[in-house]
């Protein structure tokens, strides 16, 4: 028996996903726990695995098109079963064509869609009228050269089916140079980037779920967030020189080499544990002040930032937090994430240090109460007594949701990060 592949629901705010690359193809085997797509989510790109085996005998949505959560994307059947009226019940969620694609002169007529194949997908009978035809039908003819006009079907609704093409087939011409399955899967999505016929062209280059749901929060973070911003220098030449000591050892020891913003990171938890007036959310008629501490890290990713998140991070040691931090940020450029690793979050870390940035006010992420944001260690002339002296200075910034914290209260959180990046022994106890 058919079964239906549906667009799962990735993350806890996913209301629907695109479908990126399909990693089968129709007429392909599946089995249970292959991966067969990559779906674009609102928070990151994840592969879907399958919980079935069979064979894709029908793509309902096409590479670049979108589908709400819940809606056939794919047939999963057996070898040779017809499955050419399943599914067709449930639609994907509609892509505009860019505006480029009006400037045609010969566009598709109303009722196809941007991603069909082209005419011999599906042809026309004798008399005009449109051929019926499965899509494993249409696999099979295409590679027999079956001439899919002159055939009848035998089923339901006159629809050609395999055994058709598999009758008329025998000792037909050579196969055809590529079937239309590989055709319709290489074909332009609808969010592809138009290129530029010339040097010097402009470009159009359409949202990615990912960029469309960055822009919509971030404009309602900076739209309804009462932001205030709270900058402060440290002193980083004890980090550092505390952070050398360790990796000396550590490369001995367990193999990880500790960075600077493990440290930050740490010195982000007890601060959120000391004041516990951050680590929390507006909720309307009332203030959560949250038990646990959850660290959003901010990671740069091809399209767009994702925030994976450190869990019950006040329980766990430096090199617990070091080591998840380098896994969850691989993962995220590899797309492996889990949608559950992205919860949980309560106070988010954005560091632009290693790009050369000194100092920046980052946009708060919903509904957190902060943001912290690191800029580079910079060696620059110090007063110390009575004398100048060359130094290492750190500017940490906090960005702030006045209706959680006020002024104070940011000041006096920034005012313990000082404390523990300027007495770094101190997270380590």
């Not at 100048?388 to 209260?409: E, Q, T, W």
Request: net charge negative; aromatic share 2%.
């Amino acid at each position: 028996m058919a079964s239906e592949l549906e667009m799962p629901k990735l993350s806890d705010t996913m209301t629907e996903g695109t479908i990126l690359r399909w990693l089968k193809k129709e007429g392909d085997a599946v089995e249970i726990g292959d991966e067969i797509a990559e779906i674009e989510t609102d928070k990151a790109t994840m592969a879907m695995e399958v919980f079935d085996e069979g064979i894709l005998s029908k793509i309902m949505v096409q590479e670049g098109e979108k589908a709400a959560v819940g809606a056939v994307i794919g047939i999963l059947g057996d070898e040779g079963e017809d499955v050419s009226d399943s599914g067709s019940s449930s639609k994907p969620a509609e892509t505009p064509a860019p505006a480029e694609e009006k400037k045609e002169a010969s566009p598709a007529p109303a009722a196809s869609s941007p991603t069909q194949a082209p005419a011999p997908a599906a042809p026309a009978s004798s008399d005009g009228s449109r051929l019926r035809v499965s899509p494993l039908a249409r696999k099979i003819a295409e590679e027999k050269g079956v001439d899919l006009t002159t055939l009848t079907g035998s089923g339901p609704s006159g629809r050609i089916v395999k055994k058709d093409v598999e009758a008329a087939g025998s000792g037909s011409a050579k196969p055809a140079a590529s079937s239309s399955a590989p055709a319709a899967a290489a074909a332009p999505a609808a969010k592809a980037i138009v290129p530029a016929a010339a040097s010097g062209e402009d470009q159009r280059i359409e949202l990615s779920t990912m960029r469309k749901i960055i822009a919509d929060r971030l404009l309602t973070s900076k739209v309804t967030i009462p932001h205030f911003y709270l900058h402060v220098e440290v002193d980083a030449a004890p980090l550092m020189s505390l952070r050398k000591q360790i990796n000396e050892q550590a490369e001995k020891t367990t193999g990880n080499k500790y960075t600077i913003n493990d440290f930050i990171v740490k010195a982000l938890i007890n601060a959120s544990v000391a004041v516990p007036q951050v680590n929390a959310s507006f909720a309307g008629d009332h203030i959560v002040q949250y038990a646990s501490v959850g660290v959003s890290v901010a990671v740069a990713v091809d399209d767009g930032l994702v925030t994976p998140v450190v869990k019950n991070a006040e329980t766990k040691s430096l090199l617990q937090i070091s080591r998840e931090i380098k896994d969850i940020a691989a993962r995220s450029r590899d797309k492996k994430l889990r949608p559950d690793e992205f919860d949980g979050g309560t106070v988010t870390i954005s560091n632009l240090g290693s790009y050369g940035i000194d100092s920046f006010d980052a946009i708060v992420n919903p509904p957190q109460a902060i943001i912290l944001s690191v800029g580079n260690i910079v060696k620059k002339p110090v007063v110390v007594g009575d004398e100048i002296k060359p130094g290492l200075r750190l500017n940490l910034g906090l960005s702030c949701d006045h209706r959680v914290v006020d002024g104070a209260v940011g000041a006096q959180f920034l005012a313990e990060m000082k404390k523990l990046i300027e007495n770094p022994a101190l997270m380590l106890v």
